[in-house]
């Protein structure tokens, strides 16, 4: 079992950054893949970035490809997300979550992870 905690959502204004947090406490952080999600109202909760156990591979979405980079510490139990040259369009409540092997397939989605934080809200102003 792992719990996780995202920190570091707010407000910023198009074209600016932010970086996300994920503390995670429990055993064998290392051992889960770890991922990103968001989720904006009325709409699904749609994958954005994945890391590997050792932090070696990364996955992204399209609509984030070149703008967020996903990374982890494991010394620290924590995961991060940078976020720069934001869009209104990324207005969303943001979601760490962790999964076994399934979590980095291709094509992987919400239902290839087991444990969730709780969420951080991210607005970007025009």
């Known amino acids: 079992q792992v719990q996780l905690v995202e920190s570091g959502g707010g407000l910023v204004q198009a074209g600016g950054s932010l970086r996300l947090s994920c503390a995670a406490s429990?055993?064998?952080?290392?051992?889960?893949?770890m991922g990103w999600f968001r989720q904006a109202p009325g709409k699904e909760r749609d994958f954005l970035a994945a890391?590997?156990?050792?932090?070696?591979?990364?996955r992204y979405a399209d609509s984030v490809k070149g703008r967020f980079t996903i990374s982890r510490d494991n010394a620290k139990n924590t995961v991060y997300l940078q976020m720069n040259s934001l869009k209104p369009e990324d207005t969303a409540v943001y979601y760490c979550?962790?999964?076994?092997?399934?979590?980095?397939?291709?094509?992987?989605?919400?239902?290839?992870?087991?444990?969730w934080g709780q969420g951080t809200q991210v607005t970007v102003s025009s």
């Open positions: 890391i590997t156990r050792s932090g070696t591979a990364t």
């Open positions: 429990g055993r064998t952080f290392s051992n889960y893949n």
């Open positions: 979550a962790a999964g076994d092997t399934s979590a980095f397939r291709v094509g992987a989605n919400r239902y290839d992870y087991d444990y």
